[in-house]
């Protein structure tokens, strides 16, 4: 029986327009809050960003944002993991040394920073991730904030390059999984989407195996393997798609939807091979 369903957004739960089919979801989201089916979006996004989709819902769902680092149970906060300040700024020192040109967003519980310096390419890209943001003149000086993520830009023939040295060089203090084109997320050791959503499913007396998850990439892999009914968009990475146990039609047909209607018209849900 599935008792709580997780999705990842961008890639995802989102299509191509950055959105939803709203009035669809309205009509699933009342089936499940009729079987007490707990609802989690889980994202590396920022939570301001996220709650924003769920006008009608927001004090429903819950939400697990910057990739695990934290958890919202009401509009409250329930979790959080944070980075110690030291490493920070040898992150920080890192990235400004790189041979190449990172962009780089600093992701604080209460907001997130970038340099007044960056291109504005890289600021309009940020606005649309990230809806308390900041400025500032230089990371010589950190804000006033706890820190949880560093959002990367980078060259997109470089992502492999930059994912493999940091996790070689730097395992102990951040992990760099890629979340999708030329994006880089570094996250807290041994604190990612799989963590968080153990955490609360344990909060709630909820087994693993009575999660259905959905995820589209390399930042849904611990998801995936958490739950006992996992699905990979059809667009998704293929470490995505190997690591899941089903494959949903992409987040252009709203696969996450189509797939929770059909699954929440059965009582037990029967092992199936992967398909469409």
């Keep these: 029986m599935i008792k709580a369903i997780a999705v990842d957004m961008d890639g995802t739960f989102l299509n191509s327009d950055n959105d939803y089919n709203r009035e669809r979801f309205a009509k699933i989201y009342s089936k499940m809050q009729s079987r007490n089916i707990k609802f989690i979006v889980a994202s590396g996004n920022q939570y301001a960003q996220l709650r924003s989709f769920f006008p009608d819902q927001?004090?429903?769902?819950?939400?697990?944002?910057?990739?695990?680092?934290?958890?919202?149970?009401?509009?409250?906060?329930?979790?959080?993991?944070?980075?110690?300040?030291?490493?920070?700024?040898?992150?920080?020192?890192?990235?400004?040394?790189?041979?190449?040109?990172?962009?780089?967003?600093?992701?604080?519980?209460?907001?997130?920073?970038?340099?007044?310096?960056?291109?504005?390419?890289?600021?309009?890209?940020?606005?649309?991730?990230?809806?308390?943001?900041?400025?500032?003149?230089?990371?010589?000086?950190?804000?006033?904030?706890?820190?949880?993520?560093?959002?990367?830009?980078?060259?997109?023939?470089?992502?492999?390059?930059?994912?493999?040295?940091?996790?070689?060089?730097?395992?102990?203090?951040?992990?760099?999984?890629?979340?999708?084109?030329?994006?880089?997320?570094?996250?807290?050791?041994?604190?990612?989407?799989?963590?968080?959503l153990q955490l609360l499913l344990e909060n709630w007396g909820i087994a693993p195996s009575e999660l259905l998850a959905f995820g589209d990439g390399n930042n849904d892999l611990e998801m995936l393997t958490l739950a006992g009914y996992s699905y990979a968009m059809k667009n998704g990475s293929k470490d995505a798609i190997e690591t899941a146990h089903y494959i949903a039609p992409s987040s252009d047909e709203d696969g996450v939807l189509t797939v929770i209607e059909s699954l929440l018209a059965k009582d037990e849900i029967k092992t199936r091979s992967k398909e469409l």
């Excluded at 697990?64 to 958890?71: C, P, R």
């Excluded at 007044?116 to 230089?138: G, P």
């Design 58 to 196: 927001e004090q429903e769902v819950t939400f697990v944002s910057e990739n695990g680092a934290l958890a919202f149970i009401n509009n409250q906060l329930v979790h959080k993991a944070v980075f110690d300040q030291t490493t920070v700024q040898t992150v920080l020192d890192l990235l400004t040394n790189f041979p190449f040109k990172v962009g780089t967003i600093l992701c604080g519980v209460s907001k997130a920073y970038l340099l007044q310096n960056e291109t504005k390419e890289f600021k309009n890209i940020a606005q649309k991730y990230y809806y308390q943001l900041a400025e500032v003149a230089s990371f010589s000086f950190l804000p006033e904030d706890e820190f949880v993520k560093f959002a990367l830009e980078v060259p997109n023939e470089q992502v492999s390059e930059v994912v493999d040295f940091i996790n070689q060089q730097y395992a102990s203090k951040v992990v760099a999984v890629s979340s999708g084109h030329s994006s880089v997320d570094l996250i807290i050791p041994n604190m990612h989407k799989g963590k968080a």
